[in-house]
């Protein structure tokens, strides 16, 4: 676990499995030659040369802040089909257990705010007990763009449906989702801000606090290879183009307020600070 201080906030990250894919088939876009120059920095834990492969943890995080805990992203649960997906079929992690390392029951959780919905940020949505999935964080508010929840309940693929049926769905029936629509606040610290591209209603949530900004990115950076290579979507994206764009306003907001990027995805280095680099960006990884 990783914690940081965003001004009177405290965030910690917790991860819970590793996936790692070629970078060529993560990135319809990826130019072996062109990320030659990067290397010294990319590797060997963001990228690996010699495998030419991207290293991408499952993360969430958890934020403690006047008096409420809120987790941002659920990553892949457990006990979960997921049509054998390697780094995601049937895990059996110890997720639970790092969450009460960090301090917290799943029924002391305030809000559980999803950036999207996808597979591998809902997944300790919910828990499966006597047979039946039921929501993990049974006190808690889940929310979720309108345009995000409408489009997973319709979403036609079989692995869409079961994400939706084991992960969505029971906290739906449960009346325990809120759902919003365009920019919303929520208890004075947070923001969520449309961001759509990966999905359609993925959203990047923004913590200020006592003059300090950290972004939670969701999907909208995978890696931070796309710091200099930002047009890069991943072949995930739903609509790449969108995304890449929404990439471009995230990162140029970023490097115009200083914020700290704290992405799900990133691996070792887990927190950044960007910089304008000519038409591009790069990161100034930020230590604990």
């Given at each position: 676990?990783?914690?940081r201080l965003i001004g009177d906030v405290r965030a910690t990250r917790l991860p819970e499995t590793v996936l790692v894919e070629p970078a060529a088939d993560l990135f319809p876009d990826f130019d072996a030659e062109a990320v030659r120059a990067h290397e010294p920095w990319l590797a060997p834990h ?55 390392a960090a301090g917290v029951a799943p029924e002391t959780v305030d809000y559980v705010l999803c950036t999207h919905l996808h597979l591998d940020h809902v997944g300790w949505n919910t828990q499966l007990a006597g047979g039946r999935w039921v929501p993990t964080f049974p006190n808690a508010r889940y ?146």
């Amino acid at each position: 676990m990783d914690e940081r201080l965003i001004g009177d906030v405290r965030a910690t990250r917790l991860p819970e499995t590793v996936l790692v894919e070629p970078a060529a088939d993560l990135f319809p876009d990826f130019d072996a030659e062109a990320v030659r120059a990067h290397e010294p920095w990319l590797a060997p834990h963001h990228y690996d040369p010699a495998a030419g492969t991207i290293t991408m943890p499952v993360s969430s995080w958890l934020l403690r802040a006047g008096g409420r805990t809120i987790l941002i992203d659920t990553c892949c649960g457990n006990h979960k089909d997921r049509l054998g997906i390697a780094g995601m079929h049937q895990l059996q992690t110890p997720f639970l257990e790092r969450l009460a390392a960090a301090g917290v029951a799943p029924e002391t959780v305030d809000y559980v705010l999803c950036t999207h919905l996808h597979l591998d940020h809902v997944g300790w949505n919910t828990q499966l007990a006597g047979g039946r999935w039921v929501p993990t964080f049974p006190n808690a508010r889940y929310v979720v763009s309108r345009t995000e929840l409408e489009h997973a309940a319709s979403a036609p693929g079989a692995l869409e449906r079961l994400v939706y049926q084991d992960s969505i769905a029971p906290v739906v029936a449960a009346g325990l989702v809120e759902t919003v629509y365009g920019e919303h606040g929520l208890l004075d610290l947070l923001t969520l801000r449309p961001a759509p591209g990966h999905s359609p209603g993925h959203v990047w949530i923004e913590l200020a606090s006592a003059g300090a900004l950290g972004v939670f990115c969701g999907d909208i950076v995978h890696s931070p290879i796309q710091a200099p290579f930002w047009r890069w979507s991943t072949r995930y994206c739903e609509d790449p183009l969108q995304a890449t764009a929404t990439r471009r306003r995230l990162l140029d907001r970023c490097a115009e307020t200083n914020a700290l990027l704290l992405p799900a995805h990133f691996n070792h280095d887990p927190v950044a600070r960007v910089r304008a680099d000519g038409e591009g960006f790069r990161l100034a990884f930020a230590a604990g």
